[in-house]
């Protein structure tokens, strides 16, 4: 079984500052790594994914993540925010083999403030 | 291109009363299906998913179901609503091939159940 941990449930942050959103997974067979975004009451958008290759993976809206193995996370980060980057994020795991089943982390709220 | 429907976007319903929530996949065929649910401050749980008509798996004791009567339509059911079915239902389809494991989320729908 797989299983996410966002370590932050919020993250508050400057406009034009750098900001790291944390995430851990666990999981006994190889995966595919995803952070999506979602706006208020809207649904989910893919920011990136991590299926394999290069470890740093980058993304839309300046946003990128680096997958560590040895650490199991995959963490995601901006090197400079803007107020409408005020959203929540979500980690989440699918196992590689079988079927495309989706293990979300709780979300980080990010709040950009001006 | 293919884009996924959802609706309808807000439902107040009373307790014991049904459910029933369409989700339609366009521009795609064979799509695997997802409902999630997000609760309050919580994150995105898999209620169920099918890998084709008339194939759901459960992933979570509930007093909701689902059905896939035709390839592009999935149906979120309750025969009678609870307080705590109130929350956040996405909707989601990914592609069938093996290394395609992205997903795709509708705009969701927010069920209060009074």
């Known amino acids: 079984a797989q299983s996410v941990t966002q370590l932050d449930s919020q993250v508050p942050v400057f406009e034009e500052a750098p900001v790291e959103l944390r995430c851990n997974y666990s999981s006994s067979v190889s995966v595919y790594l995803f952070w999506y975004v979602q706006y208020p009451n809207q649904g989910l958008q893919l920011l990136l994914k991590y299926l394999s290759g290069s470890t740093l993976v980058k993304g839309i809206n300046g946003f990128e993540a680096e997958f560590n193995k040895s650490q199991t996370s995959f963490h995601l980060r901006k090197p400079s925010v803007h107020i409408s980057d005020t959203a929540e994020y979500f980690c989440a795991v699918s196992p590689s083999g079988g079927y495309n089943k989706l293990i979300f982390g709780a979300g980080t709220r990010l709040a950009v403030h001006p | 291109s293919q884009t996924i429907h959802q609706w309808p976007a807000t439902l107040v319903q009373p307790v014991g009363s049904p459910l029933s929530l369409e989700c339609t996949v366009e521009?795609?065929?064979?799509?695997?299906l997802y409902w999630y649910r997000q609760a309050a401050g919580r994150g995105l749980q898999l209620l169920f998913y099918s890998v084709g008509i008339g194939q759901i798996s459960s992933e979570v004791p509930q007093n909701l179901s689902a059905s896939r009567p035709q390839d592009r339509q999935f149906i979120l059911s309750s025969k009678k609503l609870l307080l705590s079915d109130s929350g956040f239902y996405l909707c989601?389809?990914?592609?069938?091939?093996?290394?395609?494991?992205?997903?795709?989320f509708g705009q969701g729908t927010r069920l209060t159940v009074v």
């Open positions: 521009g795609t065929s064979n799509p695997n």
């Open positions: 989601a389809w990914s592609g069938d091939r093996g290394g395609d494991t992205e997903a795709f």
